[in-house]
């Protein structure tokens, strides 16, 4: 009952307003749990259970980073980290099923039955004069490579990216802890980087990428100060291995705000050199439209809390310059199944140079691509060779798509909707005929474009000449 009247009064999970807490000896700002609308039991028992535990033996433990942000928000958050005063080695003592990882940053894994609890040790500025050399070090650029020196609380708080994220909550109080006005920048909807923003980027190059992703999923605005020094930057992600990038794409991709994100990097110019194709895909009459709505289906996916798939998504947004590829190698007289198979290894190698795309991706993605001229092909052989095929869904599901984008034929669409789940008397109706007249026709359309006339787009040409990709 207690609770509810909290909840009705005060209201849970919202960002505290009104006079600033009070501050505590260390001038930590402290917002009790009447204050913050936070409750411990909106966290997972097992992040409630390695901040008891560590308590229970001493040291201290807080819930960090972006499940606090997000509870302030009044979201549920996926993951929840902790920040100790106990070292790695400590924490492996306390906990039976752990591990520690990591070499740039050594930090331990608590794992329960459904849930692994990452926990990191409070780290100190890697400047510090006390920072030992050969756990702290940068690159010529100032990109830290490692940076294991631990210190306090404070210390990892200043050391942490932005003002949102370098809260701290502890489950025994059930209180908040801010030292640098992060609860108002949350109140304030801005993204805010601690400390010198150019510094800080050349620390860590992909945080330019995280202000730009946490702008977008969260309706934030990025500080001034903080965004000023991102375009002149934006170079230093060339330093930035191809891996991290492709994970930091992946969480903006998945956000639920991807096509916003795109937009935002690009704006802040942080495309040029990690996706220079957005320039097109977000310009081009034909190509946007395909792209943009790939994009937003993504994002009400992830809402409706549907399964994603990146091979998918990366396959509609390297769509079209596959296929101008394509039609490049067929225009110097490469056969067209070898101008298909070219082009697309050609565009997955070329984006690979920035973005480590995994190449278990790469089947999923060529058979969603080699799948869409078959769509036209609706003799009875070869459609029902197509129905058969183990990923046909997924298939018809990418060419529905560039359909309603105007990118494919309605009809066809339609016919291979009702087609797969008609039965087979009413398929075999829709069965189009193979016959000698039509062949004639297409030999000899294939004839004129090689002659000279009007070329038809790869898609439609393979089609047509009755030897598109099996």
């Known amino acids: 009952m207690i609770k509810k009247f909290i909840e009705k009064v005060f209201g849970a999970g919202r960002v505290p307003k009104g006079k600033p807490a009070k501050r505590n000896a260390d001038g930590w700002r402290v917002y009790t749990q009447m204050e913050h609308g936070i409750h411990r039991d909106d966290l997972s028992q097992a992040a409630i ?30 993951d929840f980290d902790v920040a100790t ?15 520690i990882i990591g070499r740039r940053f050594r930090i331990v894994h608590v794992m329960f039955r459904d849930e692994t609890i990452e926990v990191s040790t409070f780290r100190s500025n890697h400047t510090d004069a006390d920072a030992n050399e050969q756990n702290s070090r940068a690159d010529e650029h100032g990109r830290l490579l490692r940076d ?29 802890w801010d030292s640098v006005h992060g609860v108002a920048d949350i109140q304030s909807k801005r993204v805010v980087m601690i400390g010198d923003p ?72 942080l495309h040029k050199g990690l996706l220079p194709v957005l320039d097109k895909l977000f310009d081009d009459p034909v190509v946007s439209p395909f792209v943009k709505l790939a994009l937003q289906r993504t994002d009400q996916r992830i809402a409706d809390d549907k399964g994603v798939s990146p091979a998918f998504l990366f396959a509609a947004l390297f769509w079209h310059p596959m296929v101008a590829r394509w039609r490049e190698l067929e225009s110097r ?3 067209s199944l070898q101008a298909m198979h070219e082009a697309m290894d050609e565009t997955l190698e070329q984006q690979r140079k920035t ?34 095929q183990p990923r046909f869904r997924a298939c018809y599901d990418f060419f529905e798509l560039r359909a309603e984008a105007g990118d494919a034929d309605k009809e066809v669409a339609h016919w291979w909707e009702t087609f797969q789940f008609a039965d087979e008397h ?42 598109g990709p099996e």
């Open 426 to 467: 009413v398929r075999e109706g829709m069965l189009l005929a193979d016959d000698e007249p039509a062949k004639k026709k297409r030999r000899r359309r294939k004839k004129k474009s090689a002659a000279g006339g009007e070329a038809q787009p790869p898609v439609l040409a393979e089609a047509n000449s009755g030897n």
């Open 85 to 99: 005063s106990a070292t790695p080695e400590q924490v492996r003592a306390v906990f039976r099923r752990s591990r």
């Open 148 to 176: 294991n020196v631990y210190g306090n609380q404070q210390d990892d708080a200043v050391r942490r990216d932005f003002t949102m994220n370098a809260l701290f909550y502890d489950p025994s109080r059930e209180e908040v």
């Open 49 to 78: 259970s390695v901040c008891d535990g560590l308590q229970r033996e001493g040291y201290q433990a807080f819930v960090v980073g972006g499940a606090v942000r997000d509870l302030l928000l009044g979201r549920h958050p996926k």
């Open 198 to 269: 150019e510094a800080r980027y050349r620390e860590d190059p992909v945080r330019m990428l995280r202000a730009a992703r946490l702008a977008s999923k969260l309706g934030f605005t990025i500080d001034a100060a903080t965004e000023k020094p991102i375009r002149p930057l934006s170079p230093l992600l060339d330093n930035v291995p191809t891996a991290r990038l492709f994970d930091e794409m992946l969480k903006l991709l998945f956000s639920g705000h991807a096509l916003s994100g795109l937009e935002t990097m690009r704006e802040l110019g």
């Open 333 to 335: 007289g490469v056969r």
């Open 355 to 388: 973005l480590a795309i995994p190449r278990r991706l790469d089947p999923m993605i060529k058979e969603l691509w080699i799948a869409q001229p078959r769509f036209l092909q609706r003799s009875k052989g070869k459609a029902y060779r197509l129905l058969g």
